[in-house]
């Protein structure tokens, strides 16, 4: 069965840290590009990071403007999972975290939602003091 769990969400202050995690079951994230998404209260989903196949020639990254300097995503591919790593939370950071994987060797930036074929559950990552 093909699943995508995101894990790593809760509740920080502004300023603070949280790493996030997408683990795969049923299939190899290594061979996937994944991309990060988000949805705050009363908006439409947006994307946040992604990241290429670990068969890319560059493993480009991509990542909003609003978070660039701050998220850090990357892979580890023993662990068949992808990680956001978000620094400097502000609260405009609140939203519930999708991750998803797309069969595709790039990522491309801005991402597309509509080419991901697998999607998490989501998690919640509230920023408040």
């Known amino acids: 069965q093909v699943q995508l769990v995101e894990s790593g969400g809760g509740l920080v202050q502004p300023g603070g840290s949280l790493r996030l995690s997408c683990t795969a079951s049923?299939?190899?994230?290594?061979?996937?590009?994944v991309g990060w998404f988000r949805r705050a209260p009363g908006k439409e989903r947006e994307g946040v990071s992604c990241i290429s196949s670990s068969d890319s020639r560059d493993r480009t990254a991509g990542y909003a403007d609003s978070v660039k300097g701050r998220f850090t995503i990357s892979r580890d591919n023993a662990e068949n999972t992808v990680y956001l790593q978000m620094n400097s939370l502000k609260p405009e950071d609140m939203a519930v975290y999708y991750c998803?994987?797309?069969?595709?060797?790039?990522?491309?930036?801005?991402?597309?939602?509509?080419?991901?074929?697998?999607w998490g559950q989501g998690t919640q990552v509230t920023v408040s003091s």
């Open positions: 049923g299939f190899l994230m290594d061979y996937y590009a």
């Open positions: 998803a994987a797309k069969g595709s060797l790039y990522a491309n930036w801005p991402s597309n939602q509509n080419e991901y074929d697998y």
